[in-house]
């Protein structure tokens, strides 16, 4: 199965070294691209065998699977090319599907498939499988560090200083309540988990969302709370930050990783 890249900074490079030194019997690194090609050059030189580099135009031509390692506001243009190519398109930053309406109807003109990488989530299995009765609720409570939200425009707007005056040791300031589509227009970078559930779920605008500061904390903690006819549940993730990263989750490429062993496995477990 070769594999393609699309986006080349920590979490692609952490994909790039496992997927080259055969981590994945069964799967290639053929090619990356990313927005500074140079960088990606220089970068991909370390890795042996070295893929290519290549316009993000051209990926589709050197791979099976598109695996998006880059932002949300990137996202749009690589489904588009990598679905309208027919291909399989792995994503990470699923918050960008919200600009994507047309993406269901994108993967079926084209006989492409999209699928979402997300590690930093627990239970969808768990959630597909009470989908299939009937979902009354579902609610995502997320507690993340304060130095991770302090910058970010919805934070400043409500008012937050977490620069100066994050939350003390044992308290956590409540920063957003609301809607799924909601959360994940307010902080695209964190809620691609929001736009998971939703997808697996009841939907955006039914999936509640709950944001909250909290200083005392080594990774975001992300609690799933689902009501059905068929089964309750409720879910946690302690989420490690990256080593070269910290604003990143660390499970990131590692979730990319077991996504592509699904593709190629001859059993596996669960979705």
Known sequence: MRVALAGFGNSGQDVARRLTRGDLPGAKLTAVTARDLDKARTNAIALSPSPKVVPLAELPQHADVIVECATA????????????????????????LLQIPDVEALAKEHGGRLRIANGALPGLDSLRCAREGSIRAVKLTSRIRPDSLAHEAYVLAQGHDFVNAPPKPGEQVRVFQGSARE????????????VALSIAGIGFDRTEVEVWARSDIPGAIHQVDVEADDVSLTMCSRNRPSDTNPRT????APSIMAALRAMVAPVVAGG
């Open 73 to 96: 506001d990137a996202l749009p243009e690589i489904a588009r090319i990598g679905l309208g190519a027919g291909k399989t398109v792995l994503i990470v930053s699923s918050a960008g």
């Open 183 to 194: 959360a994940a227009a307010a902080f695209p970078r964190h809620f691609n988990v929001a």
């Open 249 to 252: 989750s660390r499970i990131v």
